[in-house]
């Protein structure tokens, strides 16, 4: 079998490659709304013709100059690679801009179609469009196409397809006037032996006649031939009194004006703004942007982490993975209790399960509360501890006071909180542990049963097995896991946001608050990708043909939160703030404010100074997405977020789970004796200006560098030990006791989750920042940056909210904390320094 035909896809940024190209391949991938993700090639084989016909997505580009990254690729690809055809997509509801590479793409002499994609948004605008005259003004076939409603896409690719096995080759349409023509015609004699395709003389003798220095340097003419050349093209230039470059742009211009002039009839527009216009003025407005942008994020994280996804991550974290779940309770049918229960139901009508496991509770904490002040007195008095032997002289005499507080509201329970003595211990012990199978339907989760079974087969708690299976997968993976609904939610909101065209207004509204510090809005574009994820940001970066401003790119953009940030915010929104979407979403603007002062403060050191490239952007009209490309992309990325939680969090989670369960003479032993604590104990200093000196806050902070969401594995084991309290008071526990006494947890896991958002990537996405940055030096740089911009937030934020908010006294760290914001302030306020 001969090779197969190739096929290239050329045109605009968001003309509808990306939708034509998996159209006509059927292999789904990533289609964004912004120029440059697709600066990578992409090959698929034509559905239909596998064997005959492979079909390449080029860079969308707006002309064949060398001015960007995707333009070079794509003109490369065009000329040195020579596609068998190309299939020239045009989108039909901005037709003079697009055909502007039109005319560059004719000129390259290969056999090609064009497409007139978006027909439906062009038939429902009421405008007319004449094929038949565009077609022959340019020489090449036009056919009309709506790639998002699969119209007409495998039909022009057949066409491509035989004009390609004919190798039949359009006409090269007359856009330029005599005098142009004129010199164009002496350097086409000039340059015919030195073009690497015929076929394409007259591109290259456009380039030449625009003084490209890569056509220049790739055609190394005679000097002879070279000046004679210069000095047809200087006359010409007299002759017009412009340069060549304006010449022949303009030229095209005015030739693509006269032929939509006669070739597409617009209908009149009421008021001239169509209805994405429209949108578009209220949502990019200056004011507006960012209150409404904020308000869109506030949304997305009151669905995930307030109401929905926080039910149903709850259902998985507490039912499934937890003691399981009702699916009626007492009140709802009498007929799933047991009669015991429904007896004491007509007797009192409280006794419902809330009450009963609610009672039964607040016994267990009287219990512990009062052998912990009853061990501390035996100590003294060089008595057992309560385990072995309960002194009843002793027993007699202690007393101590226990709050109770509403697990809901927080409010303390004034008529519970008292004195509780040994009479109160001895009735706390006649508490009997309720069932709640008793109490309705009641389905067990994994882990009861789990325990059943190990009773069955006779492995007993502190079995070895016991608590891997335990700590590991229900503690450790199991929590991950548990934030599967949470990401969904989130993930479809991006995705949704991303094809209805509104991230693209994003990059929009960024760029002209970046340009307005000297930054590119380019940068912006790898950032929304870093939504997903941080690894295709970094790579993202490609599209930035300034070295300077990549390098600050990569640096900054794995601030916005990844898929799996999303689940340390969760978590800690939830252990900590009762799940309040706009602390959610403070943190999602705090990475963008980051960004942003980041950005300004770097641009003032020598090695990321310029001026901003220049940057088109286009904006897309709005489009309904389709359900299929918003679920498919969906679940990409959640399947890439379930199969990190089944291979690298899973194998962490094991060796964690090793490290806190043995010493170093491996026997199993407790938390404190364990190999974790030791190494933890080594470095925990580091982090004792943030809040979370611990050898857990350590551990946690450290392995997180694995995967982000490591974090919450590590501190969910850790916490799961303690009790089963539910994995987000675990956590909320456990940060109480990083300072003893003195009411911080909320601060300290603020301080915390801050420090994980805000230092380094997870380890592929520093693997990528290497690679990206080119040298090692660079690659140690960006780290180290990422680390002190972490750490200096979490510092400021531990040392001063604790001096303003928790009456914390002033010290040396909140010194240092004062003086790193009055930093920060100078770097980012300070004039630009005089470059050389
Ligand atoms: P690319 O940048 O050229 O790869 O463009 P994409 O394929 O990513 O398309 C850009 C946007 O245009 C996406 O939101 C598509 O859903 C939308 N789009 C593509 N083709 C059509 C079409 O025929 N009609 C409409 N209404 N929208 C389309
Ligand atoms: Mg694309």
Redesign the pocket.
């Known amino acids: 079998m001969s090779e197969p035909l190739k096929i290239a896809l050329a045109?605009?940024?968001?003309?509808?490659?990306?939708?034509?190209?998996n159209d006509l391949t059927g292999s789904n991938q990533y289609?964004?709304?912004w120029?440059g993700v697709?600066v990578e090639k992409k090959e698929g084989r034509l559905k239909g013709r596998p064997g005959e016909v492979v079909i390449q997505?080029l860079p969308?580009i707006y002309s064949l100059s060398p001015y960007s990254l995707e333009e070079v690729v794509a003109r490369n690809y065009l000329v040195e690679e020579k596609p068998d055809a190309i299939l020239n997509?045009v989108d039909g509801t901005n037709i003079e801009r697009n055909l502007y590479l039109t005319t560059q793409l004719v000129e390259l002499g290969l056999p090609m179609v064009i497409a007139v994609?978006?027909?439906?948004?062009v038939k429902k605008a009421g405008d007319r469009i004449d094929f038949d005259r565009l077609g022959k003004s340019l020489g090449c076939e036009v056919v009309a196409?709506?790639?998002?409603?699969g119209d007409g896409g495998a039909e022009v690719a057949e066409r491509a397809f035989e004009l390609a096995k004919a190798h039949r080759r359009g006409e090269v349409p007359h856009v330029f006037t005599g005098a142009v023509e004129h010199a164009l015609a002496h350097i086409e004699e000039h340059i015919e032996g030195a073009v690497p395709s015929k076929d394409a003389l007259r591109w290259f003798a456009v380039k030449v006649f625009e003084r490209d220095e890569k056509i220049l340097a790739r055609l190394k003419l005679d000097p002879k031939v070279a000046a004679d050349i210069e000095s047809h093209i200087k006359d010409c230039e007299k002759e017009l009194e412009d340069d060549a470059e304006s010449i022949i742009t303009n030229q095209r211009y005015e030739y693509i004006k006269s032929l939509v002039e006669c070739a597409v009839v617009k209908k009149p527009r009421k008021d001239n703004l169509s209805a994405s216009d429209k949108i578009d003025r209220v949502v990019t407005n200056r004011w507006l942007a960012i209150p409404i942008f904020a308000a869109v994020v506030w949304f997305m994280y009151f669905v995930a982490v307030q109401t929905v996804g926080s039910w149903l991550t709850d259902w998985a974290n507490d039912g499934v993975f937890g003691d399981g779940w009702f699916v009626y309770k007492t009140a709802d049918c009498a007929a799933f209790c047991s009669d015991e229960v429904n007896a004491a139901r007509a007797a009192d009508p409280e006794h419902t399960w809330e009450n009963v496991s609610g009672e039964y509770d607040n016994a267990q904490k009287v219990i512990e509360d009062w052998t912990a002040a009853y061990d501390e007195a035996a100590a003294e008095k060089g008595l057992p501890a309560s385990e072995e032997k309960i002194d009843e002289a002793l027993a007699g005499s202690v007393a101590t006071h226990i709050t109770f507080d509403d697990e809901e509201t927080g409010e303390i329970d004034e008529e519970a909180s008292r004195d509780y003595g040994y009479a109160d211990y001895l009735a706390a012990k006649e508490v009997a542990e309720p069932d709640p199978a008793d109490y309705g339907l009641w389905v067990p989760g994994i882990p009861p049963l789990t325990e059943k079974l190990f009773e069955k087969i006779g492995i007993a708690e502190d079995h070895w097995l016991h608590t891997l299976v335990f700590d590991v997968v229900f503690f450790g993976v199991g929590t991950i896991l548990g934030f599967v609904p949470q990401i969904v939610i989130v993930f479809l909101f991006l995705a949704f946001l991303e094809?209805v065209?509104y991230m693209a207004r994003i990059a929009f509204i960024m760029d002209r608050i970046f340009r307005r510090f000297g930054l590119s809005g380019k940068s912006f574009i790898p950032m929304l990708v870093g939504m997903g994820c941080g690894v295709p940001a970094v790579m993202a970066t490609r599209t930035i043909e300034s070295q300077r401003d990549r390098r600050m790119t990569i640096m900054l953009g794995t601030y916005i939160p990844c898929g799996a940030k999303y689940a340390i915010i969760a978590m800690f929104v939830t252990a900590f703030f009762g799940g309040k979407a706009w602390v959610a979403t403070s943190m999602y603007l705090l990475g963008i404010a980051t960004i942003v002062l980041g950005g300004i403060a770097l641009k003032k050191f020598g090695a990321f100074a310029g001026d901003p490239a220049p940057f088109v952007m286009e904006l897309?009209?709005y489009?309904m997405?389709?359900a299929t490309?918003i679920l498919i992309h969906t679940w990409e990325r959640t399947k890439a977020y379930m199969i990190k939680a089944g291979t690298i969090i899973f194998v962490a989670c094991v060796a964690i789970w090793f490290l806190m369960s043995f010493s170093w003479g491996f026997r199993m032993v407790e938390l404190e004796e364990s190999i974790l604590h030791d190494i933890g104990t080594w470095f925990a200093w580091i982090f004792a200006p943030l809040g979370f000196g611990t050898w857990q806050g350590a551990v946690a902070t450290v392995t997180a560098e694995i995967a982000k969401e490591q974090a919450v594995a590590d501190l969910a084991m850790l916490a799961g030990n303690a009790d089963s309290v539910g994995v987000a008071q675990g956590i909320r526990m456990l940060f109480d006791s990083f300072n003893p006494g003195l009411g911080l947890a909320t601060l300290t896991g603020l301080s915390f989750m801050i420090m994980n958002l805000f230092d380094p990537p997870c380890l592929v996405a520093i693997a990528t920042t290497f690679r990206e940055m080119g040298t090692r030096k660079w690659g140690w740089i960006a780290v180290g940056f990422q680390f002190l911009v972490g750490y200096c937030m979490a510092l400021v934020t531990f040392q001063l909210g604790r001096l303003f908010f928790y009456g914390g006294h002033f010290g040396f760290w909140t010194a240092v904390a004062f003086a790193l914001v009055a930093a920060v302030v100078w770097l980012v306020v300070r004039p630009m320094p005089k470059s050389k």
């Open positions: 045109g605009n940024p968001n003309c509808g490659k990306t939708t034509l190209f289609v964004g709304n120029p697709t997505d969308g997509i994609n978006m027909m439906d948004l196409i709506s790639a998002l409603k094809d065209g897309p009209a489009h997405p389709t490309g």
